[in-house]
């Protein structure tokens, strides 16, 4: 532990106002080197606080978009402060009041931010005691701490409250992870399911979005957009809109957008703006972009060499090959980008949907030309991310604009531009060539992942060959795309890149089982020695009542697993298939994930459920049409996600595992839908789907194609 410099101390008291303050310092990259590669300046990511009215506020660059973070974080921090939940307060995602983050993604909030606040937590927990053991003049190992309240124990005439500990205290200090922490048989606020603390102002309409914020002579703007990424303007013609009453035309600041004090008023001016446009030529579409992918992919990056795959290729009775495909997949959150500016005086506010607030603020400043310290973010609740919130691009809109007006400024994108302006899940290809011995275990595992990226490409099976490699873009932003292999921009989706490549790797598995004559549970047990992920395949398989009996016809049963974000998941499914039609109805689906402690059990089952709710989308309908640089689809007569009718009986099995800190919840179960589904319709038609999504109508084509190559009249 040590003291803050006079300078921090009064920055922090600056914030709080006073009262006790714990900082957590803590290097996130030192824990995420495989999994991130964002800068990590020298600052404190969270501190908590201890108010003189006996509140507990934690302050953290965390933002809540759904998935309960509000409520569990808070559960962490009473669980180790000592008090009840109704006394904690969270202000997350607010760049002046809190300290740096990079980012809410990749199911880090929880597991990695969460140990840190606990230690905050402990670390406070230990300051209040020594101020009431020098107040009492006794040990500190005479008093205990329950609900705010501190106590002699044996005497319970001498107690007081953290808030009178905390006035004129005037305690800042910082903590590391060290800090020892209650065991699960402790907990008394962790491992329940309370009501979420932002659920009433949520299912009220109280809670306030970022669309929803109003300043006082604020402006909407339209925007005026290209019909396709990379198109230029020819021809220009804004004097109907300008001469519009209360509508101010900007063509500056590399935007040309219509302003006005009623939204639909500046939506009808933005209609009256004559322009036309200079078209690339366009080539790609969502049939040929997969040879393009691979023809332009060519900077291999080595993931894993273990032994020696030639010889093993040279050397196998029989290779199994097999190419898969996924189209580009869009976010389609429930909220569209939106954001309001507010930039005078050199400085500027900006409350924006966002998954990255301090990288937003960056960009933000640099587009203004602002120094960071004079550019505020607050993210107010968030209705969906899903990693594509990160770039923000709307949130630098309103800050030109604003900028360029003088007044604040808002940019809500419509649907149509969310679909437009989307960072989209890209396309990608993974190619396997995989062998076996005479025992039915695999010997040979040649894998090379095109534009997914390496996340979920690990092997978690025993094979003593293995050659994995990766190439080919996973993100980039539109001032790249010149240089790029994708037409518009591509970037992260829930669990990026592990959907395709857990998919791909499952899949090979299943027909690696189905060529051995081996049940695919048998299989992957016979070829799995991690006792963790055994544990959680068994579970899943109870839970199911998994069976390696052969399935009636148009029934099938499937499964997949994947280790994601430190937990272990396995998914079992059942699917009913409509041979003539291709239809695809998923009836059941177990769930069993190890994902350490449990903070909330209710929170954990319900991002499951989300996520393999979410997961239907992307393995049955989900994929965008285009053509070039033009997006086909803006809007959900097109784009189909998954509906109430679609979704199936899910139960979740939580395994438990109490020795381990709590891991991710909201990303693992994702990645596994695509395999096993896949894997299920197998057994219910025989024919083996490699591209997602599995449509009804490339199903109903596989399966007329195989009836003919094996001349079934049925």
């Known amino acids: 532990m040590n003291q803050l410099s006079n300078a921090s101390r009064r920055r922090f008291f600056k914030v709080a106002g006073g009262g006790i303050v714990v900082c957590i310092a803590f290097n996130p990259l030192r824990l995420l080197a495989q999994e991130t590669k964002h800068p990590y300046p020298k600052d404190f990511n969270a501190y908590l606080l201890i108010g003189e009215n006996g509140r507990v506020t934690v302050f953290s660059g965390k933002i809540e978009m759904g998935q309960g973070v509000y409520t569990s974080l808070a559960q962490m921090a009473a669980e180790e402060l000592g008090v009840s939940l109704s006394s904690i307060d969270m202000v997350l995602g607010d760049t002046q009041s809190c300290p740096w983050d990079m980012g809410t993604f990749g199911s880090m909030s929880t597991r990695i931010f969460g140990p840190a606040l606990r230690a905050a937590a402990a670390q406070a927990h230990l300051v209040i005691l020594t101020l009431a ?28 409250s953290f808030g009178d500990l905390s006035k004129g205290a005037k305690i800042a200090q910082v903590v590391d992870q060290r800090a020892v922490l209650r065991n699960a048989s402790q907990f008394d606020v962790m491992g329940k399911s309370p009501s979420r603390l932002d659920g009433f102002d949520k299912v009220s309409g109280a809670a306030k979005y970022a669309a929803d914020i109003r300043l006082p002579g604020m402006l909407y703007a339209r925007v005026l957009r290209a019909p396709m990424h990379g198109a230029t303007i020819s021809l220009l013609d804004t004097s109907i809109a300008e001469k519009l009453p209360g509508v101010t035309v900007i063509k500056r600041a590399g935007l040309v957008a219509v302003l006005h004090t009623d939204a639909e008023a500046s939506m009808a001016a933005l209609a009256q703006i004559r322009v036309e446009w200079r078209l690339l030529d366009a080539t790609l579409d969502q049939e040929n ?16 060499e273990r032994g020696d795959s030639k010889a093993a290729r040279s050397g196998a009775r029989r290779l199994f090959e097999a190419s898969f495909h996924k189209g580009y997949v869009a976010h389609a959150a429930l909220e569209p980008h939106a954001a309001l500016a507010d930039v005078k005086d050199g400085k500027a506010i900006v409350w924006a949907s966002t998954q990255t607030p301090f990288p937003t603020r960056d960009r933000v400043a640099k587009a203004l030309g602002f120094d960071q310290q004079n550019v505020r973010v607050i993210t107010p609740f968030v209705g969906g991310g899903f990693g594509g919130k990160s770039a923000d691009g709307q949130a630098i809109e309103a800050a030109l604009l604003s900028k360029e007006i003088g007044k604040p400024v808002q940019v809500a994108w419509t649907r149509a531009e969310e679909f437009f302006n989307d960072t989209f899940d890209p396309a990608s290809v993974v190619k396997i060539t995989s062998a076996m011995d005479d025992k039915g275990r695999i010997s040979l595992w040649d894998y090379s992942v095109y534009a997914a990226g390496e996340r979920g490409s690990d092997l978690i099976y025993d094979v003593p060959n293995v050659h994995i490699r990766s190439a080919g873009e996973t993100h980039y932003d539109q001032s790249t795309a010149a240089a790029s292999i994708h037409p518009f921009a591509v970037g992260p989706w829930r669990g990026p ?10 899949s090979q598995i299943d027909i690696l089982a189905i060529a051995a004559g081996v049940d695919p549970l048998a299989f992957r047990l016979q ?5 963790r992920m055994r544990k959680v395949l068994l579970s899943a398989a109870e839970a199911f009542g998994w069976s390696s009996s052969k399935s009636p016809k148009t029934k099938g049963f499937g499964m997949a697993c994947n280790i994601d974000a430190g937990s272990y998941v396995a998914t079992m499914v059942e699917v009913n298939v409509e041979p003539k039609t291709g239809k695809v109805k998923v009836v059941r689906i177990v769930c069993a994930q190890d994902m350490g402690i449990v ?48 979704v199936p009986r899910i139960e979740v099995v939580l395994v438990k595992n109490e020795h381990l800190a709590p891991q991710g919840a909201g990303e693992p179960a994702i990645t596994t839908t695509g395999g096993a589904i896949a894997n299920a319709i197998f057994d219910a038609t025989g024919v083996r789907m490699f591209r997602l999504p599995i449509t009804n109508e490339r199903l109903r084509r596989a399966i007329v194609a195989e009836k003919k190559e094996t001349g079934s009249a049925n």
Request: aromatic letters at 10%; zero cysteines; glycine letters at 10%.
């Open 133 to 160: 053991a020098e107040k009492f003049n006794v040990p500190v190992e005479k008093l205990a701490a329950k609900n705010g309240i501190v106590s002699v124990i044996g005497d319970a005439n001498r107690s007081i």
């Open 289 to 304: 972009i997969f040879d393009h992918i691979i023809k332009n992919s060519t900077n291999f990056k080595q993931l894993t």
């Open 497 to 506: 890149g592990a959907n395709m490549n857990v998919f791909a790797r499952e």
């Open 527 to 531: 070829n799995l020695t991690d006792a």
């Open 599 to 646: 903070v909330n059990p209710d929170g954990a089952i319900m991002q499951i459920e989300g996520g393999l709710t979410m997961g239907l989308g992307y393995v049955l309908a989900e994929e965008l049409r285009f053509h070039g640089g033009e997006i086909l689809d803006s809007n959900f007569d097109t784009y189909e996600i998954p509906r109430f009718s679609w």
